[in-house]
């Protein structure tokens, strides 16, 4: 039997409306843009309006990522939501979404692994497509991160936004996804962390930043020599947006330039779970990717939770 691969037929974003720059911050807490930005890269964020939901911004990239695909909603036998910021305990936001978009039947559930949410999300439908458990799927990373953000802690307030990245990942005859790396500790579970009981987030940014560093540096390494490549074979680096100099130290051991790594965080802030897939869709829709060029995806969130995926576009 000839092995089934999956491949990310196509993209889809969504970013509210509403900007919050770092001059807008600054009447908010003690603070500067010189020193966001010096110390994050990042210029601005996209906040949600009052009312838009988790789903809302789902449904806008999903049916974005649909009509790119040139499928119906009805043609989806899976459907993955990464969120760490759903509107309601129950039902899953992958429910939610798929009364929305009018699919009947399919599985929907939600991943929880808070910014490694959308890598999670995509090495399990990854695995559903290559077992031949579904044809077409849809995975979505999702966040309203301005609800759980404390907005007096100027440590952590400067670095969130809100916003939806999707893909529809296909079966086909080759690859696609090469593969898939996903790694988790809950040792480290009180540096950054929603406290039980509580609603806003609390991190020890400094340590967070130093095992995010080593740990990506750990990952992407693990993923090339799973695959026997050296850094020159890889295009692209698609890093999760939390910190420019965290993306910056990721490229600076892999030996890629800048030019070879997408960066959004500078627009977007750190939107958790939706940040790759919004990098993916932006650097898309830019053209950046040329067909079967080599793509190399990773995320660091909360728990701790790492993981990276390979890929051949188009
Ligand atoms: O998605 C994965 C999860 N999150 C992350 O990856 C975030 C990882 N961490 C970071 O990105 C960085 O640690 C931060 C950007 C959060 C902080 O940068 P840092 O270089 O690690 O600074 P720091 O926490 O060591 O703080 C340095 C100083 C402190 O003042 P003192 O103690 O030196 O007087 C802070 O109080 O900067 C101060 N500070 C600020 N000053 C102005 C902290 N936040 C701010 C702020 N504006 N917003």
Known sequence: MKPIYSRIVATGGYLPERILSNRDLEQMVETSDAWIFARTGIRSRHIAAPGEKTVDMAEAAARQALADAGLNAADL?????????????????????QARLGNRGAPAFDIQAVCTGFIYALATADRFIRSGGARHALVVGVESMSHIVDWTD????????????????SAGDQPGIISTHIHADGAYADLLQVPGGETRIAMQGNAVFRVAVRTLGEIVQETLAANALTPAEIDWLVPHQANIRIIEATADKLGLPMERVVTTVEHHGN???????????EAAR???????????????GGGFTWGSALLRWG
């Open 77 to 97: 036998d899976l459907i993955i939501v990464a969120t760490t910021t759903p509107d309601q305990i129950f039902p899953s936001t992958a429910c939610l979404l």
């Open 154 to 169: 100027r440590g952590t307030c400067i670095l969130f936004g809100d916003g939806a990245g999707a893909v529809v990942l």
């Open 271 to 281: 939107t958790s779970a939706a940040s790759v897939p919004l990098a993916l869709d």
């Open 286 to 300: 830019r053209g950046c990717f040329q067909p079967r060029q080599r793509l190399l995806l990773e995320a660091f």
